[in-house]
T-cell receptor
Framework: DTAVSQTPKYLVTQMGNDKSIKCEQN?????MYWYKQDSKKFLKIMFS???????INETVPNRFSPKSPDKAHLNLHINSLELGDSAVYFC?????????????FGPGTRLTVT | AQSVAQPEDQVNVAEGNPLTVKCTYS??????LFWYVQYPNRGLQFLLK????DNLVKGSYGFEAEFNKSQTSFHLKKPSALVSDSALYFC????????????WGAGTKLIIKP
């Protein structure tokens, strides 16, 4: 039973295309996150939702748009992909907010933009 | 400014020896501190956290960490390293600002040699 799952695992696409990454958690958590991990392994928070409400919206190009249809799902849509978007994107979830609860990470989606 | 530092990019330890992965932090208010591990091509996994209480925190896989308020440190330790401990380790601290997101260290690559 996968706790946090992401699809697809790999995504190879050309500049200018639009793509989506899906995330689902079956842990019953209220809070979900999107992170970007670059080639140097730096981890950067992008967005966080709590009970479908956006609570963290870091300085991210507005080409990135998260959507949470329910608290078990958090999708990431990326418009007009650029070379610099190539990275591994991780979804995570936690029981709640406040920086108190441990986060559970998905396996990641490796996005390659050519 | 609030920050977390992992001063070593890489730590090399012989199997069976004790290991330490260092983390120092700077935050306003009481620090909430976390350690996560990332194995190759995997998502991050929670190891342990310090919120309050005993300064020595025990976590998964035999790891522990010591919170030192005067030195603003939260070093990860294990008495006897295993080759399977080889991975990337991240320290994180809760941002004392308004949204309480985690501030992540740059990661330390731990290599355990047989």
């Amino acid at each position: 039973d996968t706790a946090v799952s992401q699809t697809p695992k790999y995504l190879v696409t050309q500049m200018g295309n639009d793509k989506s990454i899906k995330c689902e958690q079956n842990l019953g958590h209220d809070t979900m996150y999107w992170y970007k991990q670059d080639s140097k392994k730096f981890l950067k928070i992008m967005f966080s939702y709590n009970n479908k409400e956006l609570i963290i919206n870091e300085t991210v190009p507005n080409r990135f748009s998260p959507k949470s249809p329910d608290k078990a799902h958090l999708n990431l849509h990326i418009n007009s992909l650029e070379l610099g978007d190539s990275a591994v994107y991780f979804c995570a979830s936690s029981l709640g907010t406040g920086g108190v609860y441990e986060q559970y990470f998905g396996p990641g989606t490796r996005l390659t933009v050519t | 400014a609030q920050s977390v530092a992992q001063p070593e990019d890489q730590v090399n330890v012989a199997e069976g020896n004790p290991l330490t992965v260092k983390c120092t932090y700077s935050v306003s208010g009481n620090p909430y501190l976390f350690w996560y591990v990332q194995y190759p091509n995997r998502g991050l996994q929670f190891l342990l956290k310090y919120i309050t209480g005993d300064n020595l925190v025990k976590g998964s896989y035999g790891f522990e960490a010591e919170f030192n308020k005067s030195q603003t440190s939260f070093h990860l330790k294990k008495p006897s390293a295993l080759v399977s401990d080889s991975a990337l380790y991240f320290c994180a601290v809760r941002d004392g600002g308004s949204n309480y997101q985690l501030i992540w260290g740059a990661g330390t690559k731990l290599i355990i040699k047989p």
